[in-house]
């Protein structure tokens, strides 16, 4: 597969915040895009006025944007087939719902949703398929002016083809669907809207989208976009019936489809927490496909030059906090000194940062920051670990207090106060020689020794490599906190 001519699409609907799930689509269609030479078109799929909002479309734009996608054809960037927000595109819907109902192949149906229900019911109790019953595929002059004269305003309806329809999915291979499992569907709400059963596949076939790659919760929609495509070919409105990929589901906790409701899924929380946009997308990647049995950890280009919706994995995938943060640790650790302190920069103020503007010292981060990015798992995690440079005090963290100062722990840090005091603050390691001589002197082996001396100094039993940490944090003020510590044990 290497021509110019795929055009996939990302459509989704602008109805809160973007989740996971919905990247996963636009990070397979869009690698499709690239590894092909083809076509990526962003389309807004906004024809529920109820349920789509301005500031959801804002966000997925932004969301785009942060990931680092880009879009040939779609909103802010036209195209051939603008406009691309379907909201500013229903003359179009109205007119096609009208030649298909001209040409027969959708019509007019006037049962009200009790008498809808009322059928399915006697269907079921009568092992019938429950689907609609086709009644109203042919209503004579007479009954429909007697349905006016009573009111009922139709919707429109699809004719279903009484085929079996057949397609060679790209991930799940051949699937079959027999008639009376696809019954006819509403395509125009009774006031006039049209409906995502209808627009999906008109603009699909007006952009000339080449393949369909979406989640697997939308296979049941294919053969009605199949059969409904087919009319638009009928029509002269489309030319060829596209490709479909269902991608698999994502299971989340409990081995529960993730759900747009699970906080798990927002993509807003990745990115609050510090998850590099090419860490996510290396982690969201891997929820289908793969690049190598021996290879999780790889680069968005790596992946655009390995991608084939063939290799797609059609079984469930399962989503894996634990792993997508120990590769986005990998992704951190990648960058250059000087990109990691970049990005780090939104934590290092307000509201993230718990010190005041004036007390961040530059020459301080830059001195410790090279030894935070072998560290972290997501970039949120900084402010813990150098609070201890720029709050005028370590902060106070109870649990680490009672879990480091042991019966003696007082004596351990006179001792190391003076061994600090006349050691050589020219270098991490005459540090260590200081601590490790007072932690011998108590018969301490060198962790033993340190935790009091971490804890007085950071606030905390864990942190970046504690020498390192005294030396960036200058001699007055590490001697000032041990005597702090002192003064605390004494009271
Ligand atoms: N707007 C639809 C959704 O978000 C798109 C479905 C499709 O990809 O066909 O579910
Ligand atoms: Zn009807």
């Given at each position: 597969m290497a021509n110019g001519s795929v055009r996939v699409r990302f459509c989704p609907s602008p109805t809160g915040n973007p989740h996971v799930g919905l990247v996963r689509t636009a990070l397979f269609n869009w690698a499709f895009a690239r590894h092909t030479g083809g076509t990526f078109v962003f389309r807004i799929e906004d024809t529920d006025a109820a349920r789509d909002s301005e500031e959801s479309y804002e966000q997925l734009l932004d969301s785009l944007r942060w990931l680092g996608f880009t879009w040939?054809?779609?909103?802010?960037?036209?195209?051939?087939?603008?406009?691309?927000r379907q909201s500013q595109r229903m003359e179009t819907y109205t007119e096609i719902a009208r030649k298909l109902q001209d040409a027969g192949h959708a019509y007019s149906c006037y049962c009200t949703a009790s008498e809808l229900e009322e059928r399915r019911d006697a269907a079921r109790a009568a092992g019938r398929?429950?689907?609609?019953?086709?009644?109203?595929?042919e209503v004579t002059p007479e009954q429909k002016a007697q349905y006016e004269a009573e009111g009922r305003e139709p919707i429109v309806r699809f004719r279903m083809p009484d085929e079996t329809i057949t397609f060679t999915d790209l991930v799940r291979g051949e699937l079959t669907f027999t008639p009376e499992n696809v019954p006819d569907y509403g395509i125009?709400?009774?006031?006039?809207a049209p409906l995502y059963t209808l627009v999906n596949p008109v603009d699909d076939a007006l952009m000339e989208i080449t393949h369909v790659l979406r989640g697997e919760d939308l296979l049941s929609s294919t053969p009605r976009q199949i059969a409904l495509y087919k009319a638009l070919i009928d029509l002269g409105v489309a030319k060829e019936i596209p490709s479909f990929g269902h991608l698999p589901y994502v299971m989340g906790e409990g081995n529960k489809k993730l759900s747009?409701?699970?906080?798990?899924?927002?993509?807003n929380l990745y990115r609050e927490r510090g998850f590099l946009p090419e860490g996510l997308l290396n982690y969201l990647s891997?929820?289908?496909?793969?690049?190598?049995?021996?290879?999780d950890i790889f680069t968005i280009e790596e992946m655009v030059a390995a991608f084939?919706?063939?290799?797609?994995?059609?079984n469930p995938a399962r989503f894996d906090l634990k792993k997508a943060e120990a590769i986005n640790a990998d992704h951190i650790r990648m960058l250059s000194v000087t990109d990691f302190t970049e990005r780090c920069a939104p934590w290092l103020k307000?509201?993230?940062?718990?010190?005041?503007?004036?007390?961040?010292d530059e020459a301080k981060w830059q001195a410790v920051a090279p030894h935070a990015q072998t560290r972290l798992?997501?970039?949120?995690?900084i402010t813990d670990n150098v609070d201890f440079l720029f709050l005028p005090e370590p902060v106070e963290d109870e649990a680490s207090w009672s879990k480091a100062m042991k019966e003696g722990s007082d004596a351990l840090l006179r001792t190391a106060k003076e061994k600090l005091e006349s050691?050589?603050?020219?270098s991490a390691e005459s540090l260590k020689e200081a601590v490790l001589a007072a932690g011998e002197a108590h018969g301490l082996k060198l962790g033993k020794a340190q935790a009091p001396v971490r804890v007085a100094v950071t606030?905390?039993?864990?942190?970046?490599?504690l020498f390192e940490s005294l030396e960036i944090l200058g001699k007055e003020k590490t001697l000032a906190r041990i005597d702090a510590a002192l003064a605390k044990l004494a009271a």
């Open positions: 040939d054809e779609g909103p802010e960037v036209g195209g051939p087939h603008a406009p691309y398929p429950s689907g609609y019953d086709g009644k109203c595929r125009v709400r009774a006031n006039g747009k409701r699970d906080p798990q899924s927002s993509l891997l929820l289908g496909w793969s690049l190598s049995a021996d290879k084939d919706v063939a290799d797609v994995n059609p307000a509201p993230f940062a718990p010190w005041a503007p004036e007390d961040f798992k997501v970039l949120s995690e050691a050589e603050w020219t606030g905390r039993t864990v942190g970046l490599p």
